[in-house]
């Protein structure tokens, strides 16, 4: 139970660097500045987690190794998912689109289980004093994510009550 907690707990923590990372560096978006989202985010998480230098360079090395794999992954689902609209748009078969379909949830799951082994090798460098700050951040941001959505429920609740009263 408690490894399977601890690497939750760096897959959230990594999940914010390497999700930001991948997601400006191979959708192009960022302009100029991309991947400086993922720098100040891998920044973040080093200076709270107190990282020493090899673990910075460690993780940073584990992050590059994985990069062109993920790019690549993350290259096909777009050419996937951009077939799979256009044979929609086009009328095609049931058994076309199962099978693009398909292909994507594989490309997909092969992505996650990427992204999973990446955090889970970054999440290895931690000392067990990190990991437990790990988890107390994580337990922070859990917590004010639920309260962001009891507020967010609130609201709705509040706006039907006046829609049934008008």
């Known amino acids: 139970m408690k490894t399977l907690q601890a690497t939750g707990i760096a ?8 999700i930001s990372t991948a997601t400006l560096a191979e959708s192009g978006k960022g302009g ?11 920044k973040r998480m080093a200076k709270h987690l107190n990282l020493d230098q090899s673990q910075r360079e460690q993780a940073r ?6 990069r062109p794999q993920m790019r690549e992954l993350k ?3 777009r050419e996937v ?7 929609v748009r086009n009328g095609a078969s049931q058994a076309e689109i199962e099978a693009l379909a398909a292909q994507q949830g594989e490309l ?3 992505l996650v289980a990427k992204r999973a082994e990446m955090k889970g090798r970054i999440h290895d460098l931690l ?8 988890e107390e951040h994580r337990q922070k941001r859990m917590e004010r994510k639920q309260q962001r959505r009891e507020k967010i429920q609130q609201r709705r609740e509040e706006r039907q009550a006046q829609q049934e009263e008008a």
């Open 11 to 18: 897959l959230a923590l990594v999940g914010a660097f390497t």
């Open 32 to 42: 100029k500045h991309r991947g400086h989202h993922a720098e100040h985010t891998f």
């Open 61 to 66: 090395a584990i992050h590059e190794e994985m």
């Open 75 to 77: 290259k096909e689902s």
């Open 81 to 87: 998912r951009k077939a799979l609209g256009e044979a």
């Open 108 to 110: 997909h799951g092969q």
């Open 127 to 134: 000392t067990d004093e990190q990991k437990q700050q790990l």
